[in-house]
């Protein structure tokens, strides 16, 4: 094989990488083989091994392969990505009597599971506060926390805000609200949802995100700030969605008006 052709516009380690990676991409690697070795790859372009290391470093950060303890480097399979959008919150998804994570984890054949790891009395983040309509300066929500798993592999963090005095002594306060979640509660609360807003942006986790979210370094996230409005077009409840981006993508049709 021919090395590729050297270039002052990128590294020696990503251009292997790149040219790996589309080998992979091509079928020239297919899923479950081995990379070969860093000493084989380093003589192969040319370069150091160390340089060979580096660019199977940038290989497995885009989650490309995988190490496998004393065996070696491997192409790992793709995987399928979790798509969530406009319908995540239709009236039609719930009668399934299924959230739209579980929905999605069945088509895919995996096993959902959520956890809840705290609901808590808080003072908002000043984005929450803001579009809750609420003190930023005072215990004024509830914090749900959720993390949400397909086959016992972390996907995604939910956090829940909701109104103080409109939660407390309910089942929102609960890890299980029952029928319908928390959109049943809160309908029950008179907050019917006719409209969502959804702020949309990509960035680096934090490191307690990337821990609980098992991610490779250098992946990032996709977090989604949702509002939902009632039939008053008054904010009711904000949740900040964090999403590997890695396996998650949005979805979105809407009218145009």
Known sequence: MTPPEPSTQQPASRRIAEEL?????AGEIPVGDKLPSERVLAERYGAARNTAREAVRLLAEQGLVTAKHGRGVFVREPKRLFRFGSDRYSIKNRETGLTPFRLEAQRQGKTPRIEVPSIERETPPLDVAERLGVPADEQSVVHRENHYFADDEPVQ???TYLR???AKDTLLMQPKTGKDGIYGRLEELGHVMTRVRDEIS???PSPEEAAILHLLPGVPILEVLHTSLDQNLQPFEVSRYVHRADQT???YELPVE
């Open 164 to 166: 103080w005095d409109e």
């Open 249 to 251: 993508g949005l979805l």
């Open 157 to 159: 963090i939910v956090s």
């Open 202 to 204: 990509a960035r680096m």
């Open 21 to 25: 990676r589309r080998q992979i991409q």
